[in-house]
């Protein structure tokens, strides 16, 4: 018997050699709308249209075409029912056993600068998702498929009836996944552009924060385990089209964590920039136009730490910087590009992960999400410092160019490192970083002996920090350190006492008037 498909595609690629399989391999008729059916019927593929087919014809500018009872009959009827079966053969109802549909592309279109409200109200498909919702309802006895890469996964499961039945329940899956991320689109662009065209904007939309949020991600890999091997884990979304992974052993749960942290820290930079990092804090950050001298100054930082670490940069690596970060032990090593000479390097240490960053980053990754008890917690992501124009010194001493430099190379760092947070900077370069203490004070501590054990010296240093000092206490332990500036938010109550102290000592002292708490 004869099959019936229905195939109407926004994206066509792929569709010709899967048609022609159909019709020539496995006889089916195919049904088919507009600019599907011309391309079709050009390549020498036997297509009805949809119109000739129902007896009415496309209306309303393509709006009306398959939203009509002898498409949705043929796709909901029930094989197993004779009251179905028998309202098919009264209303000369065909059974649709194939339904090949990929819908407008509303989030590219909405996505581009330029689109007009009117060009995204016209890219809602209507009859696509309703002729997907339909098949896949009725996925026992009627395939479905919204995604080109299921083309030969479905053509090889043709001659076997039962793995044929098992498939129809896969793609029925992605079909509602599918549609609940399109309609999910649709609603945030709608609730943006309505808060745009109200008198008194809603609050919680000043921010394009949605009112509701949902997560409608494929599963991309399934890992070995999590953060710990007795935990499972996966990963979901476009991760690997962030990345090419060019060598080394399948990434764990915490490399794709520390990757994605060492990612964000080094978009910061313009400036030929080396950085490493351990567990996702910057142990060893430096600029210099010189690749190798930036590596020798962050690895010097700290040469414990590192050890199994991540090394992030921003240029091509080549055969000279290869030579000498090869030298430790390391997890991943992230760059733009690699010269052959280095990948040859580095092909001798067959664990070692080689990645390739995207020059840019999906929309999404301008966001976080965080899980708590309960749901969800939903923030823009920390991106931008506060311009340097609108930074205030607030002691008597100005800044020196070079105590200037190095604040604005610090205020880069401090943001990626886990509160409290405390980074000593000198010449472009991390001389101490305290992470993640309970105080702050504790942190500038950790900070001073970490340069103590790396033989850095602290005299004329730049301290950063990500929130105000509190108290005196911590500015005072860190002129007694060396440092003869300050960067920090500023806004507590005692900030005249931590000026006082400043001027006291000769310090200069910067307020950028935002915090970057890493919690």
């Known amino acids: 018997m004869q099959r019936l498909a229905l195939i109407s595609v926004s994206d066509k690629s792929g569709?010709?050699?899967?048609?022609?399989?159909?019709?020539?391999?496995?006889?089916?008729?195919?049904?088919?709308?507009?600019?599907?059916?011309?391309?079709?019927?050009?390549?020498?593929?036997?297509?009805?249209?949809?119109?000739?087919?129902?007896?009415?014809?496309?209306?309303?500018?393509?709006?009306?075409?398959?939203?009509?009872?002898?498409?949705?009959?043929?796709?909901?009827?029930?094989?197993?029912?004779?009251?179905?079966?028998?309202?098919?053969?009264?209303?000369?109802?065909?059974?649709?056993?194939?339904?090949?549909?990929?819908?407008?592309?509303?989030?590219?279109?909405?996505?581009?600068?330029?689109?007009?409200?009117?060009?995204?109200?016209?890219?809602?498909?209507?009859?696509?998702?309703?002729?997907?919702?339909?098949?896949?309802?009725?996925?026992?006895s009627v395939s479905v498929i919204v995604d080109a890469d299921d083309y030969d996964v479905y053509l090889n499961a043709l001659d076997d009836e039962s793995a044929l039945l098992a498939l129809r329940k896969t793609?029925?899956?992605?079909?509602?996944?599918?549609?609940?991320?399109?309609?999910?689109?649709?609603?945030?662009?709608?609730?943006?552009?309505?808060?745009?065209?109200?008198?008194?904007?809603?609050?919680?939309?000043?921010?394009?924060?949605?009112?509701?949020?949902?997560?409608?991600?494929?599963?991309?890999?399934?890992?070995?385990?999590?953060?710990?091997?007795?935990?499972?884990?996966?990963?979901?979304?476009?991760?690997?089209?962030?990345?090419?992974?060019?060598?080394?052993?399948?990434?764990?749960?915490?490399?794709?964590?520390?990757?994605?942290?060492?990612?964000?820290?080094?978009?910061?930079?313009?400036?030929?920039?080396?950085?490493?990092?351990?567990?996702?804090?910057?142990?060893?950050?430096?600029?210099?136009?010189?690749?190798?001298?930036?590596?020798?100054?962050?690895?010097?930082?700290?040469?414990?730490?590192?050890?199994?670490?991540?090394?992030?940069?921003?240029?091509?690596?080549?055969?000279?910087?290869?030579?000498?970060?090869?030298?430790?032990?390391s997890e991943v090593i992230i760059a733009p590009s690699f010269t052959d000479e280095a990948l040859a390097i580095f092909g001798k240490k067959k664990n070692l992960r080689l990645m390739i960053a995207n020059a840019s980053l999906p929309a999404d990754s301008l966001r976080e999400v965080r899980s708590v008890i309960g749901g969800l917690l939903l923030q823009d992501r920390d991106m931008n410092s506060s311009k340097v124009t609108d930074w205030e010194v607030v002691t008597q001493r100005q800044p020196t160019e070079a105590e200037m430099r190095s604040m604005m190379f610090g205020w880069k760092v401090v943001k990626h490192v886990k509160s409290n947070a405390i980074v000593y900077t000198g010449d472009e370069t991390t001389l101490g970083v305290g992470a993640g203490q309970m105080s702050r004070v504790d942190s500038s501590k950790i900070a001073v002996w970490k340069a103590g054990e790396a033989n850095l010296s602290l005299e004329s240093s730049v301290i950063c920090s990500d929130a105000f000092f509190p108290f005196a206490d911590g500015l005072i332990a860190a002129a007694e350190a060396g440092a003869t500036a300050v960067i920090q938010p500023g806004g507590s109550v005692r900030d005249a006492e931590v000026i006082a102290a400043a001027d006291e000592r000769n310090m200069t002292m910067v307020f950028t008037g935002r915090r970057h708490f890493k919690h």
């Open 15 to 140: 569709i010709i050699p899967f048609a022609q399989t159909l019709v020539e391999k496995y006889n089916y008729k195919i049904l088919s709308t507009g600019g599907t059916a011309k391309l079709l019927e050009s390549n020498g593929i036997p297509t009805t249209e949809v119109s000739e087919y129902t007896g009415f014809p496309e209306m309303m500018e393509g709006r009306v075409k398959t939203l009509h009872p002898k498409i949705h009959g043929g796709l909901l009827a029930r094989r197993d029912k004779e009251s179905h079966l028998q309202s098919a053969v009264d209303h000369s109802i065909e059974m649709i056993d194939l339904v090949v549909v990929n819908l407008y592309p509303f989030e590219a279109t909405v996505a581009k600068p330029d689109t007009t409200y009117e060009l995204a109200i016209e890219n809602i498909d209507i009859g696509g998702p309703s002729m997907l919702r339909s098949a896949a309802k009725n996925h026992a």
């Open 171 to 329: 793609l029925a899956l992605k079909v509602f996944q599918r549609t609940a991320s399109y309609d999910r689109a649709i609603a945030d662009y709608l609730e943006v552009a309505q808060n745009e065209v109200l008198d008194e904007p809603d609050l919680n939309m000043i921010s394009d924060i949605p009112s509701t949020f949902d997560l409608s991600l494929e599963q991309a890999k399934v890992l070995r385990y999590g953060e710990n091997p007795h935990q499972k884990a996966a990963l979901y979304g476009n991760f690997f089209d962030c990345f090419e992974q060019l060598q080394g052993k399948e990434l764990s749960f915490n490399n794709i964590i520390d990757i994605t942290a060492a990612t964000y820290l080094i978009g910061e930079f313009q400036k030929p920039t080396v950085a490493i990092l351990k567990h996702t804090n910057p142990c060893g950050v430096a600029s210099d136009e010189n690749l190798v001298i930036a590596w020798e100054k962050a690895f010097a930082t700290d040469k414990q730490a590192p050890f199994g670490g991540i090394i992030v940069v921003n240029q091509t690596v080549d055969k000279a910087f290869a030579e000498i970060v090869s030298s430790i032990f």
